[in-house]
């Protein structure tokens, strides 16, 4: 069973596998390149689990790091007039978590 929360690691396995596959490596090639163990690349393309270090390493080898972090921007609010900007600049963000 695929939980809610794993879909989106599920995908980013995906990617990554998908790009080792076009680069023709095999996963002990990739392995090798990037520095992972092979026993870490298989646990993430079969499960999508992998330290964010192993990720960023895989990523350098296979391309897409620029697409990861262009996905993690928030997203900008688009205006339409000045009322909307005036609208948005009465709400304050946080940019501290709040204490337990």
Not at 19 to 33: C, I, M
Not at 43 to 69: A, R
Request: charged fraction near 30%.
């Amino acid at each position: 069973m695929v939980y809610p929360c794993h879909r989106p690691q599920q995908k980013i396995a995906d990617y990554v596998r998908d790009r080792r596959l076009v680069l023709e490596l095999t996963q002990d090639g990739l392995s090798q390149r990037s520095g992972v163990p092979l026993a870490t690349l298989r646990k993430f393309e079969q499960k999508g689990i992998i330290s964010l270090e192993s990720l960023l390493k895989l990523l350098l080898v296979v391309g897409g790091p620029e697409d990861i972090i262009v996905a993690l921007e928030p997203d900008k609010p688009i205006f339409t007039s000045i009322d909307d900007v005036l609208k948005e600049g009465n709400t304050a963000y946080r940019k501290t978590g709040r204490r337990k």
